[in-house]
């Protein structure tokens, strides 16, 4: 079963940490994405990558960054967390040409106190 | 800018009825769209898409309907099922940028026994 693994289900972190949120697909897909869900705003594409080494600034990547060093893995960075950070983190992953949309990780559900 | 939305944030309906999940885009490029179900604390699933080039797209209980010239789509489950209970998203892309996908806010579908 084809599976795309967050690192933990649930965080809770204090104002000014820097915050990891871990991703791992094994699909072998080119392309590996970080959203927030957030009530009312559906979810907003953060930062985004097509290969090993390459990403891309998606809607809303202030206060993030991002890092894909090997192809199955994608890691979400809060440099300094805040409390408007608290949130759902959702990982995805896809083949190039998306045909067949995204497969999902269960959500890593971060508070910052 | 919302380019794609969901106006109703929740819909109840009584088991064995039709439940009918609307979502409207404004992006004219956008040419293939997705629907995606969440249950709590999991990632979202996906549940069916459809190409531009088609007007609906069917499978089993679910239908999905897109009219280009009103940048309108739907989704149609028939009938509803207390287990279809869930958010379910509405995801655009396009063609030329077939990396990414633009969700709606979501609509909570609550399937009465």
């Known amino acids: 079963d084809v599976k795309v693994t967050q690192s933990s289900r649930y965080l809770v972190k204090r104002t000014g940490e820097k915050v990891f949120l871990e991703c791992v697909q094994d699909m072998d897909h080119e392309n590996m994405f970080w959203y927030r869900q957030d009530p009312g705003l559906g979810l907003r594409l953060i930062y985004f990558?097509?290969?090993?080494?390459?990403?891309e600034k998606g809607d809303i990547p202030e206060g993030y960054s991002v890092s894909r060093e090997k192809k199955e893995r994608f890691s979400l960075i809060l440099e300094s967390a805040s409390t408007n950070q608290t949130s759902m983190y959702l990982c995805?992953?896809?083949?190039?040409?998306?045909?067949?949309?995204?497969?999902f990780g269960s959500g890593t559900r971060l508070t910052v106190v | 800018d919302q380019q794609v939305k969901q106006n109703s944030p929740s819909l109840s309906v009584q088991e064995g009825r039709i439940s009918i999940l609307n979502c409207d885009y404004t992006?004219?490029?956008?040419?293939?769209f997705l629907w995606y179900k969440k249950y709590p604390a999991e990632g979202p699933t996906f549940l069916i898409s459809?190409?531009?080039?088609?007007d609906k797209n069917e499978d089993g209980r679910f239908t999905v309907f897109l009219n280009k010239s009103a940048k309108h789509l739907s989704l149609h489950i028939v009938p509803s099922q207390p287990g279809d209970s869930a958010v379910y998203f509405c995801a655009a892309s396009e063609s030329g940028s077939a990396r990414q996908l633009t969700f709606g806010s979501g609509t909570q579908l609550t399937v009465l026994p």
């Open positions: 992006n004219s490029m956008f040419d293939y």
């Open positions: 459809i190409s531009s080039i088609k």
């Open positions: 995805a992953s896809s083949i190039r040409q998306m045909a067949y949309g995204y497969t």
């Open positions: 990558s097509y290969d090993v080494k390459m990403k």
